[in-house]
């Protein structure tokens, strides 16, 4: 089975500065989808940012930027010029591919504080 | 175009009560996802749905939950004889059909959370 780690439960940033949050994954799969999520005091579930795993090119939007390590298992968010905003949990997930259920395997999250 | 809705979005249930979520998926979707996230936790996978059918329902607990999505309405997760241990914030997300394209995003409502006394 799937899995994803979140090793770090809380980060804190500087407004202005820049944060990376960590995130590994188990499979066995050659074909799947990696996800970052926020997650803000209301709950709702916010795609950050998506990486197809064939791609070997690292996704960016915006602010946020991934460091896809496809050998390593490892999927970090980099967050650049950190804003009050961005203030939340921060999940990583996991999808398989085409061809098996489009379930989402998430991680246990990272609560990020920032720093006015 | 309107959201996932979800609905209630606050449900305060008594032991051995018995709880229905129900959730709206966007327009044109036709594929339901029901996720549980407890607290200080991640989501879970429950089970994944199509109109009428139950692709996948690996994450849901054997006794007390179902699920439906049928051919009109929304899709509805019903908990029986609820337990403390269920209090949890329930998420439903929905996507469109599966077709040529090879990713499908799951588009989430804002959950309902479910109180057990």
């Known amino acids: 089975a799937q899995t994803v780690t979140q090793s770090q439960p809380e980060m804190s940033v500087q407004e202005a500065e820049t944060v990376t949050l960590s995130c590994t994954y188990d499979?066995?799969?050659?074909?799947?989808?990696l996800f970052w999520y926020k997650q803000p005091p209301s709950r709702q579930m916010i795609l950050v940012i998506r990486?197809?795993?064939?791609?070997?090119q690292n996704a960016t939007e915006n602010r946020f930027s991934v460091n896809f390590q496809k050998a390593a298992k490892s999927f970090s968010l980099k967050i650049s010029d950190s804003q009050l905003g961005d203030a939340a949990m921060y999940f990583c997930?996991?999808?398989?591919?085409?061809?098996?259920?489009?379930?989402?395997?998430f991680g246990k999250g990272t609560k990020l504080t920032v720093n006015p | 175009n309107a959201g996932v809705m979800q609905n209630p979005r606050h449900l305060v249930r008594r032991r051995g009560q018995e709880a229905r979520l129900r959730c709206s998926p966007m327009?044109?979707?036709?594929?339901v996802y029901w996720y549980r996230q407890l607290p200080e936790e991640g989501l879970k996978f429950m089970v994944y749905?199509?109109?009428?059918?139950?692709?996948?329902e690996s994450g849901m607990p054997k006794e007390r939950f179902s699920a439906e999505f049928p051919k009109e309405g929304p899709s509805i997760l019903r908990i029986q004889q609820v337990v403390r241990g269920d209090s949890a914030a329930y998420f439903c997300?929905?996507?469109?059909?599966?077709?040529?394209?090879?990713?499908?995003?799951?588009?989430f409502g804002p959950g309902t959370r479910l109180t057990v006394l």
């Open positions: 997300a929905s996507s469109p059909i599966s077709g040529l394209a090879t990713y499908n995003e799951q588009f």
């Open positions: 499979t066995s799969e050659s074909d799947y989808y």
């Open positions: 990486q197809e795993a064939y791609k070997q």
């Open positions: 997930a996991y999808r398989r591919g085409q061809g098996g259920s489009e379930k989402l395997v």
């Open positions: 327009k044109g979707h036709s594929h």
């Open positions: 749905l199509q109109k009428e059918n139950i692709i996948d």
